[in-house]
């Protein structure tokens, strides 16, 4: 009896976290390409502007590009600096779009990344537009700012891409 009862109590908590691993398994994992300094610092790393990329997970064929500030000093090499709220997405067709954005999800993240230790992250979200068959990738601060988000756009029309040739 004390067995089953362990049992359901890992059960419980088990299947939440692999309720959670499966849901972020489908959000894009960014590759960084490179970083400019924007700010010297003489003692520790200085700030800088990053810049990573990701492929949709769910529209094969598109790439967006995400520049992004990120501050400098002895917290940054730990993971602990809070960056700034200052970042930029540009999404391209990049290869045939054979999905059909009628299938797709009204709002959906596509793509997530904290950029503190404490409750701060970037969020794109993939918006079909329907009516001019095309995809807008809205990226927003998940931290209010002010009042208001930090945010930019970048849109994908979905265009006919031309086959290889042999």
């Not at 489908?26 to 990329?53: G, H, I, N, Q, W």
């Not at 960056?83 to 009204?106: A, W, Y």
């Amino acid at each position: 009896m004390r067995l089953h009862l362990s049992l359901a109590r890992a059960i419980k908590v088990l299947l939440p976290a692999a309720a959670l691993l499966l849901a972020a398994s489908s959000l894009a994992r960014a590759d960084d390409l490179e970083c400019v300094s924007t700010t010297f610092r003489m003692l520790s790393p200085s700030d800088k502007v990053c810049l990573s990329v990701f492929d949709d997970p769910k529209v094969p064929g598109v790439t967006c590009y995400i520049s992004q500030a990120r501050t400098g000093g002895w917290g940054q090499p730990l993971g602990l600096n809070e960056d700034p709220s200052n970042f930029s997405v540009s999404c391209r067709q990049m290869g045939p779009i054979s999905v059909d954005p009628k299938t797709l999800p009204e709002r959906e993240e596509a793509f997530t990344e904290k950029t503190s230790i404490f409750f701060k992250k970037t969020r794109i979200y993939r918006i079909p537009d329907l009516k001019r068959n095309s995809l807008i990738y809205l990226a927003i601060s998940a931290k209010l700012i002010e009042g208001s988000p930090a945010n930019s756009v970048s849109s994908v029309p979905i265009m006919v891409w031309p086959e290889a040739k042999p």
